[in-house]
């Protein structure tokens, strides 16, 4: 076991490589009665063409690291929830773009609940009968969305930028791709991507590192593992161009909904220089968008956006866009009035103590989320897994200059690359 001393934010990270090639990383919070566990898998929605060194190429249905998911906690001697539960813990996991993070919390028997975790996860069962009757649960579920104004508008936008990478397909599937889904697509999937080397598991709170990494590496060495070689993740070449500039679907809503964004090149950034263009491009967007700008005031004061008009940036070594929106009565004077107050911005650049209390006011944030064990666990693997490390993030933050921003402001908000999301009334 190895540490990492953080002393700027008075923590220390430890952490261990298994002989199987899990990576296990431990932050005791002394004091915290909390403790937070995930277990995850570098396998989201957008992998679903890959190879596996030394194995043939695979193509396998949308929706499966989804279908997957839901499908671990599928258990021969009945529901993995009660086992949780029956030791005072909640569990849950979720399927993103890039991850399937299954986790827990709990203020007692943190020992059983992460031997839980692990065996769970690590003992799939699947069969006709189950995966079967997962496609009626989970079409459902594809159908509820297809139903949610705010989920068309959001995936309406990213639809709308993507003409190739498969970020542009809903994290579920289709209703007709999971229908080709079946138990052995299930564990071709599961041995390329739940290999231990291909994982992490993540525990903070009042938990003694010692005795976490000595259950783990004993609860390993109880198990068989083949070494596994390198997962190649195939994508298609992505058009520089969004693939379309606007794109509407019509739900019953009251107001109109209405999601903008800026598709932008990836450039190949990996590790920290990703992690630093992201802090950058976020303090850019709340320098522009946040609640207490110039911007946001005109906007509300005009009755163009309500309070939950908001922004978020989402970077990837595969992909990096923005998305800026909300409800509003009239979506092309909004557009209007935005490309015409960020054109002046651009030319001007920022103020320099709005710059200054809007970067404070980012590493007040970081600071305050240090005290919520379930963030630092999300964050933590989101980072990890793009080659970042969150408790790195405040100095990067103290090295962002104005003239970073500015630059980022003329970069990331390019007209040629906007796309626009709207969901309104039929």
């Known amino acids: 076991m190895e540490s990492i001393r953080y002393e700027h934010l008075?923590?220390?990270?430890?952490?261990?490589?298994?002989?199987?090639?899990?990576?296990?990383?431990?932050?005791?919070?002394?004091?915290?009665?909390?403790?937070?566990?995930?277990?995850?898998?570098?396998?989201?929605?957008?992998?679903?063409?890959?190879?596996?060194?030394?194995?043939?190429?695979?193509?396998?249905?949308?929706?499966?690291?989804?279908?997957?998911?839901?499908?671990?906690?599928?258990?021969?001697?009945?529901?993995?929830f009660a086992t949780f539960a029956s030791n005072g813990a909640s569990a849950n996991a979720f399927t993103s773009f890039d991850q399937t993070v299954y986790?827990?919390?709990?203020?007692?028997?943190?020992?059983?609940?992460?031997?839980?975790?692990?065996?769970?996860?690590?003992?799939?069962?699947?069969?006709?009968?189950?995966?079967?009757?997962?496609?009626g649960i989970i079409g459902q579920e594809i159908n509820m969305y297809q139903d949610n104004p705010d989920w068309r508008v959001y995936f309406g936008l990213i639809e709308a930028m993507f003409q190739k990478h498969p970020v542009r397909i809903d994290i579920a599937g289709t209703v007709e791709s999971i229908s080709t889904i079946t138990k052995e697509t299930l564990y071709d999937c599961y041995n390329a991507f739940y290999h231990p080397s291909n994982m992490l598991l993540f525990v903070v709170g009042g938990v003694d590192a010692g005795e976490v990494m000595d259950l783990v590496r004993n609860n390993q060495a109880g198990k068989n593992?083949?070494?596994?070689?390198?997962?190649?993740?195939?994508?298609?070449?992505?058009p520089t161009?969004?693939?379309?500039?606007?794109?509407?679907?019509?739900?019953?809503?009251?107001?109109?909904k209405c999601l903008f964004g800026f598709k932008e090149d990836t450039k190949g950034l990996r590790g920290e220089e990703l992690l630093r263009e992201d802090l950058t491009t976020r303090l850019m967007m709340d320098l522009l968008f946040g609640s207490s700008t110039e911007l946001y005031q005109k906007l509300y004061d005009e009755d163009l956006i309500s309070d939950g008009f908001g922004h978020e940036y989402n970077s990837s070594p595969q992909y990096r866009f923005s998305a800026i929106g909300g409800d509003t009565k009239d979506p092309d004077l909004l557009l209007s009035r935005v490309r015409a107050e960020v054109e002046e911005i651009q030319k001007s650049g920022f103020d320099a103590a709005h710059?200054?209390?809007?970067?404070?006011?980012?590493?007040?944030g970081y600071l305050r989320m240090l005290n919520s064990p379930e963030s630092i666990a999300h964050e933590f693997t989101r980072y990890q897994f793009r080659g970042g490390d969150l408790f790195n993030v405040l100095p990067i933050y103290e090295s962002i200059t104005l003239e970073d921003v500015n630059r980022r402001l003329k970069e990331h908000?390019?007209?040629?690359?906007?796309?626009?999301?709207?969901?309104?009334?039929?």
């Open 413 to 426: 908000v390019n007209w040629e690359q906007l796309a626009v999301s709207l969901v309104v009334s039929p």
């Open 103 to 135: 986790l827990f919390s709990a203020t007692e028997n943190v020992t059983k609940n992460i031997e839980t975790l692990i065996n769970f996860v690590q003992n799939p069962y699947f069969t006709d009968q189950n995966v079967n009757k997962e496609k």
């Open 10 to 80: 008075q923590e220390t990270l430890y952490y261990e490589v298994m002989d199987n090639g899990l990576s296990v990383y431990v932050l005791p919070k002394p004091g915290f009665e909390k403790t937070y566990a995930t277990f995850a898998t570098k396998f989201g929605s957008v992998d679903n063409h890959f190879q596996v060194e030394g194995k043939q190429e695979q193509r396998v249905p949308d929706g499966i690291a989804h279908f997957l998911e839901h499908k671990m906690f599928e258990e021969p001697e009945g529901d993995i």
């Open 241 to 256: 161009e969004v693939g379309e500039k606007r794109r509407e679907a019509k739900l019953a809503v009251s107001l109109p």
């Open 225 to 238: 593992y083949d070494k596994q070689g390198k997962i190649e993740r195939l994508f298609e070449q992505e």
């Open 355 to 364: 710059f200054e209390r809007t970067r404070k006011k980012k590493m007040g």
